[in-house]
C-alpha cells in the first residue's frame, strides 16, 4: 500500500513538473510571437488595452516609431502608418487677392505623417487605416482652403515679389492645420503666378523698364568715373614722373658726393700708405747694414783662421793666445757694430715717427684754431682779416727795417732856406724819404682793414659840417 501511494506521488509530480515546463515554452513562444520592432519608415501603433499615461489620462492607443514593444496577446493589437512623403498637386485658380484681383496660383506641397510623440498620436487617432491616396486627399482640401486664406490677406506685389514672405505665411497656416490631422510640412514650391487682368505681367514689364533705366544711368555714371580716373591717373602719372625726376638728380648729387668722399679717402690712405712704405724702407736699409757688418765679421773670422794655420806650425801657444785675442776683438766689435747698427736704424725709426707725428700734430691744431678763428669772426674774410691784423706788428717792423739802419748823421743836406711853399730842403729830404714807404692807412686798406678814427683822421672835407649837426 505504501509502495502504491509513493508510485502515485512519484507519477503526481512528473505530471506537474511537465505542465510547468510547457507553460514556460509556451510562455516563450508567445513573447517572442507578440514582441513586435518597428521599421525606421513606419510607426507602429498599438491599440487595444493600453496602459494609462502617468498623469492618469487614457490612450486610445500607443506610437512607437524606430523601437520595439510587446504586443500583449488577446487584449492589443497593432498596425503600421507608412512615413512615406506625399506630393500634393495644388493648382488654384481664381484666388481673391487682398486688391480684389483674381489670380492663379499652381504649386506642389509635400507632406507627410510627423513623428513628432504629440502629433504622432492625432495621426492614430485620425489616420489609422486610411490609404496614402485618401490621407493626400484628406491633406489637399486642407492646404487648398489655407491657401486661399493667406492670398486674400497679402498684395500681388507682396505675392509675386516677396516669395519668402509668402511662403512662410503658407507654411505657417497650412502646417498648423496639418499637425490637426497628425501631419506636418516638408516642402513648398511655387511653379508660377498668373492673373487674368495682366497685372502681373505689367508689374514686371515696369521692373524691366526700371532695371533699363538703371543700367543706362549706371553705365553713364561709369563712363563718367572712368574718364574722372583717367584724368586723375594721368595727373599722377605727370606727378610721379616729375617726382622721380628729382629722385634722380638727388641721387646723381649725393653720388657725385660720396665720390668725392672716397678720393678724399683715397688721398689719405695713400698717404699713410706712403709714410709706411718710406718707413718699411729705411728699416730695411737698416738691416742690409747690419747684414754688411755680419758678413764683414764672417770674413774676419775666415781671415784669422787662415792665419792661424799659417803660424800653427811655429809657435802653437802664441798662436793659440794670439788666436783668442783676436776672438774676442772680433766679438766686441762685431758686438759694437750691431748695436750700432740696430741704434741708428731705431733712431732713424724714431725720428721719421716722431717728424710724422709732429707734423700731423701741427697742422690738426692749425686747422683747429683757424675753425675756432672762422666760428668766432663769422665768416671766412673776417678771420682773414683778423689774421692779417694780428700779423700788423710784424709788417710795421719790416717797414721801420726799411730805415732802421739809416744813418742821419752821415746825411749831408745843402740847405738855401725856405723854397716857394715855405719848405727848407732838408724838411723836404725828411718828407720825401718817409713818403717812400707805404702809409699805414694803405697798408690797412691792401688788407681790407680800415684804420680807427682816432688814428686816421679823416680829411677836413670828409668831417661832418658842425653847424648841420647843430
Known amino acids: 500500500m505504501k509502495n502504491l501511494l509513493a508510485n502515485i506521488g512519484t507519477t503526481i509530480g512528473i505530471v506537474l513538473g511537465i505542465v510547468v515546463v510547457l507553460v514556460l515554452v509556451m510562455m516563450l513562444l508567445v513573447v517572442l510571437v507578440r514582441y513586435k520592432k518597428c521599421p525606421s519608415d513606419k510607426i507602429m ?32 493589437s497593432y498596425t503600421f502608418l507608412d512615413l512615406t512623403p506625399l506630393s500634393i498637386s495644388v493648382d488654384l485658380k481664381n484666388a481673391l487677392s487682398k486688391q480684389n484681383i483674381r489670380i492663379d496660383v499652381p504649386s506642389i506641397f509635400t507632406v507627410g505623417i ?90 514686371g514689364k515696369e521692373a524691366a523698364a526700371k532695371a533699363i533705366n538703371d543700367a543706362k544711368i549706371s553705365v553713364a555714371e561709369e563712363n563718367k568715373k572712368g574718364a574722372i580716373g583717367e584724368a586723375n591717373a594721368q595727373m599722377q602719372q605727370r606727378i610721379n614722373v616729375a617726382e622721380a625726376e628729382s629722385r634722380a638728380i638727388e641721387g646723381e648729387n649725393k653720388a657725385k ?25 729705411n728699416v730695411q736699409a737698416a738691416k742690409a747694414k747690419e747684414e754688411s757688418y755680419a758678413a764683414e765679421q764672417a770674413a774676419e773670422i775666415a781671415r784669422a783662421s787662415r792665419e792661424k794655420a799659417t ?83 710784424e709788417l710795421v717792423a719790416t717797414q721801420v727795417e726799411a730805415i732802421k739802419n739809416l744813418k742821419i748823421d752821415k746825411v749831408t743836406v745843402w740847405d738855401g732856406g725856405q723854397n716857394a711853399e715855405g719848405k727848407t730842403a732838408t724838411a723836404n729830404f725828411l718828407s720825401g724819404m718817409l713818403k717812400s714807404l707805404p702809409p699805414l692807412d694803405d697798408l690797412y686798406s691792401m688788407a681790407g682793414l680800415k684804420m680807427p678814427g682816432v688814428i686816421s683822421p679823416r680829411p677836413a672835407e670828409d668831417k661832418p659840417d658842425d653847424k648841420k649837426n647843430d
Open 114 to 203: 510627423s513623428t513628432d510623440p504629440a502629433i504622432m498620436q492625432n495621426a492614430a487617432e485620425r489616420l489609422l487605416g486610411l490609404q496614402l491616396k485618401q490621407i493626400s486627399e484628406l491633406a489637399k482640401d486642407v492646404i487648398f482652403g489655407q491657401l486661399r486664406l493667406v492670398i486674400a490677406t497679402m498684395d500681388i506685389e507682396e505675392i509675386n515679389t516677396d516669395r519668402d514672405k509668402f511662403l512662410e505665411a503658407i507654411s505657417r497656416n497650412v502646417e498648423g492645420e496639418l499637425k490637426k490631422l497628425g501631419l506636418k510640412l516638408i516642402n513648398v514650391n511655387m511653379t508660377d503666378i498668373s492673373d487674368e487682368s495682366g497685372y502681373i505681367v505689367a508689374l
Open 257 to 281: 658726393a660720396e665720390i668725392a668722399q672716397s678720393k678724399a679717402i683715397l688721398r689719405q690712405k695713400e698717404a699713410e700708405a706712403m709714410k709706411v712704405a718710406v718707413t718699411a724702407e
Open 311 to 393: 803660424k800653427e806650425a811655429d809657435i802653437i801657444i802664441a798662436s793659440e793666445i794670439e788666436k783668442r785675442k783676436i776672438e774676442i776683438q772680433a766679438d766686441a766689435e762685431a758686438e759694437n757694430i750691431r748695436r750700432r747698427a740696430k741704434g741708428e736704424a731705431d733712431a732713424i725709426f724714431a725720428k721719421m715717427e716722431a717728424e710724422a707725428r709732429g707734423m700731423f700734430e701741427s697742422l690738426s691744431k692749425q686747422a683747429e684754431g683757424m675753425e675756432k678763428l672762422v666760428k668766432a669772426a663769422g665768416t671766412a674774410d673776417e678771420a682773414v682779416r683778423l689774421m692779417i691784423a694780428d700779423k700788423l706788428e
Open 45 to 76: 501603433v498599438i491599440y487595444g488595452k493600453i496602459s494609462p499615461n502617468k498623469d492618469g489620462t487614457y490612450r486610445s492607443a500607443k506610437c512607437i516609431h524606430g523601437g520595439a514593444s510587446l504586443v500583449l496577446p488577446f487584449i492589443q
